[in-house]
């Protein structure tokens, strides 16, 4: 007979990287969050002690905002940073979509072309592209921007989807070979149906950095959201409202950006509920023909 020995029954909720915190534990956890609470609050009233100290609250430096033209300048800006964001996005996803089938190509020189390529752009500062291209080739201020974001994010989502098409399993590839499927058939068919779950929660985050660098169409004096908010912080005899622009503008870039990233959570839950099956209901079994 073979002795067996007396194992400790894991704890409800109990992993194998950790176990659930015992009563010390949770208790010094909480304390770590009511520090960590008080502090930033502190932080929180210096800050806008420090506002009003400078008078950055006073009526004369958020007049501006009452006027027409400022309220349409300010919604021209965000329509601009919005129609450069849907244009590099766009882009984006075809330039990664291409270069991932580049990479993995079975002929050597496209899958060399491919990886420098990608290499290459996601290497290179996204600064450093716009600037070359508006400055060097002569282009238009919204093209070079979106050219530049194109180039960069596509190439970050090339290695998306290359990473998401290698991590289906490997017996979904070679069943669908023994069926007689080409590789396009596989990949379209079969491949990217289920690396498209793996991979839409990074690709989405990856479109927020898009649209965060949409502010850098500033520097080569694109009209975008950021532009109209420096037109009126600086050109304006209103006392200079620097931190009033800075507090109307900044909401804003982070609400979109939340929005995007509340989307990515979003679709992630509803694809892996759509991955569960509902159980189907048996009915009792009836009597069946007895044997001799």
Avoid at 68 to 93: C, M, P
Avoid at 98 to 117: C, M, N, Y
Avoid at 260 to 277: G, I, M, P, Q
């Amino acid at each position: 007979m073979t002795k067996t020995r007396n194992r400790r029954p894991a704890a409800p909720g109990a992993t194998a990287l950790y176990d659930i915190p015992g009563p010390v534990a949770r208790r010094r956890h909480r304390l770590y969050g009511i520090a960590a609470t008080v502090l930033i609050a502190v932080l929180f009233g210096w800050i806008v002690y420090l506002l009003f100290d400078t008078g950055q609250f006073t009526a004369q430096k958020w007049t501006p905002f009452e006027y027409k033209g400022i309220q349409e300048l300010l919604l021209r800006g965000l329509g601009n940073t919005l129609k450069a964001f849907a244009y590099a996005a766009v882009l984006s996803l075809v330039l990664g979509a291409v270069l991932a089938v580049g990479r993995l190509s079975e002929h050597r020189v496209l899958r060399w072309i491919s990886t420098v390529l990608v290499e290459f752009f996601r290497a290179m500062p996204v600064l450093v592209m716009i600037f070359f291209i508006f400055v060097a080739l002569k282009v238009q201020p919204l093209p070079a921007l979106v050219a530049g974001l194109t180039l960069y994010n596509g190439s970050v989502l090339a290695e998306v989807f290359r990473t998401g098409i290698n991590s289906v399993d490997r017996g979904q590839r070679e069943a669908a070979y023994a069926l007689g499927m080409r590789k396009t058939q596989v990949t379209t068919f079969v491949l990217a149906p289920q690396a498209v779950r793996a991979m839409l929660p990074t690709i989405i985050s990856q479109l927020v950095v898009a649209l965060k660098d949409t502010s850098l169409g500033y520097l080569i004096t694109y009209e975008e959201f950021l532009h109209a908010g420096k037109l009126i912080a600086s050109n304006l005899d209103y006392d200079l409202p620097f931190i009033p622009v800075v507090m109307v503008i900044s909401p804003i870039y982070i609400g979109l950006c939340m929005l995007l990233s509340w989307f990515a959570t979003w679709v992630a839950r509803r694809e892996r509920r759509n991955l569960k099956t509902e159980a189907v209901g048996v009915g009792p079994t009836d009597p069946g023909t007895l044997l001799p």
